[in-house]
């Protein structure tokens, strides 16, 4: 039986309902890649989340009695609650799960990670997030008992555990310095090759596109961060090879603590000679999805790279066509991708193409571009070795 879910979001004069209502379709997306039902959604109009308990008084009441009438199994939180909060909640709750945008992602890699670099990556982040929200866990322990024979150091049971977290993420830490040194031998072996990454934001279609332009099996799903492990693949257009990686997607808020730790697996982006960045077209709120791919390059330093801008599932494209008489301005909406194309993706000249990937559709164009700009890169560094092409 799975397990049923409702969904919380705060409206902010820093957003607006339909920015909210976009944020929970993804939380939403998100419960169900983690393996919960959403049943329900709450929103309030707030200026600041209550210090004490996220949502105010009237509503958080509401929604405990929504949980206790449909029997909820869950209560998740579109943005991190700190660990008042977090204590508040649970007393509010009683013995139901509470999430928040964090801990959720946190699941989902957890249950995604398949390779050691990537398990240990995830376990260095759970600990981190949940260092600092050690106090709600150990509420129903005192400090240890006084008494002849009970004296000890006066460590209370959550100094002791804080302890022991720190000593894990210690040891974490150089667990992963050990695989960071074996992951840069093994691209150190393959530099001769010209590196191409693919970026994107969750769910874009990259591993889909791996598999297309290399012949492989890489696990491809239609759900939120089905590939956490880095893949690297040969790739030959027209006798000249190259390497193809497929990277973990970003993600609107994602964890401070997952980008921390898996910041050794983004080094194959770092390292790479292209990128391709995947887009979803289908998606309405694709724009702000860029947005956040290039932020998180920026933070890595890697913004000035050659890029290609992909946008895919054209196959999926819809719009709602408006009617002669509407004279009201003209929305991403009711564009056709034709009119899409004119828009500011116009102004990009060769740096884009719209493609299906499940469908092959333009893949032709695409390698014919990848081609070219490879083909250069190669020319570049080895000037000599012209006889591939």
Excluded: C
Aim: charged share 30%.
């Amino acid at each position: 039986m799975k397990e049923k879910a409702i969904l919380i979001g705060l409206i902010t004069p820093q957003t607006t309902k339909e920015n909210v209502n976009e944020y929970l379709d993804e939380l939403s997306f998100l419960a169900t890649t983690a393996g919960a039902t959403p049943t329900k959604r709450f929103t309030q109009q707030l200026l600041l989340p209550d210090k004490n308990t996220f949502l105010g008084k009237g509503k958080i009441n509401e929604v405990r009695d929504y949980v206790k009438r449909e029997k909820v199994d869950i209560i998740i939180f579109d943005d991190d609650l700190n660990p008042s909060q977090l204590r508040n909640i649970q007393k509010i709750f009683e013995k139901k799960k509470i999430l928040d945008r964090s801990n959720l992602i946190l699941d989902i890699f957890a249950s995604r990670a398949q390779t050691a670099q990537a398990r240990t990556q995830v376990e260095l982040a759970q600990y981190e997030y949940l260092l600092p929200r050690l106090t709600r866990m150990w509420t129903h322990l005192e400090r240890q008992k006084g008494g002849i024979g009970m004296r000890g150091p006066g460590e209370t049971q959550i100094e002791t555990d804080r302890r022991i977290i720190k000593d894990k993420i210690s040891l974490l830490k150089k667990k992963l310095v050990k695989i960071d040194k074996q992951s840069f031998t093994r691209r150190k072996g393959r530099a001769h090759l010209i590196r191409v990454a693919l970026i994107g934001y969750t769910n874009a279609g990259k591993s889909t596109l791996m598999n297309k332009l290399s012949k492989s099996e890489v696990f491809a799903e239609n759900k939120l961060f089905a590939t956490l492990d880095t893949t690297v693949r040969k790739v030959v257009i027209k006798n000249l090879p190259f390497l193809l990686t497929d990277t973990v997607g970003f993600i609107r808020k994602l964890p401070h603590q997952l980008v921390e730790s898996f910041k050794s697996t983004l080094d194959e982006v770092r390292e790479s000679d292209y990128l391709v960045h995947m887009v979803d077209i289908s998606n309405s709120n694709f724009e702000e999805h860029i947005n956040v791919v290039n932020e998180t390059l920026k933070e890595l330093g890697v913004q000035n790279k050659p890029a290609l801008l992909v946008f895919n599932k054209i196959d999926n494209y819809k719009f709602i066509k408006k009617d002669e008489d509407d004279l009201l301005p003209m929305t991403k909406a009711n564009m056709s991708l034709d009119q899409l194309k004119k828009t500011w993706i116009s102004k990009m000249n060769d740096n884009t193409i719209f493609i299906s990937a499940l469908n092959k559709t333009h893949f032709d164009e695409l390698k014919d571009n990848l081609y070219y700009e490879i083909k250069k890169l190669h020319e570049k560094r080895y000037p000599y070795n012209n006889f591939l092409y």
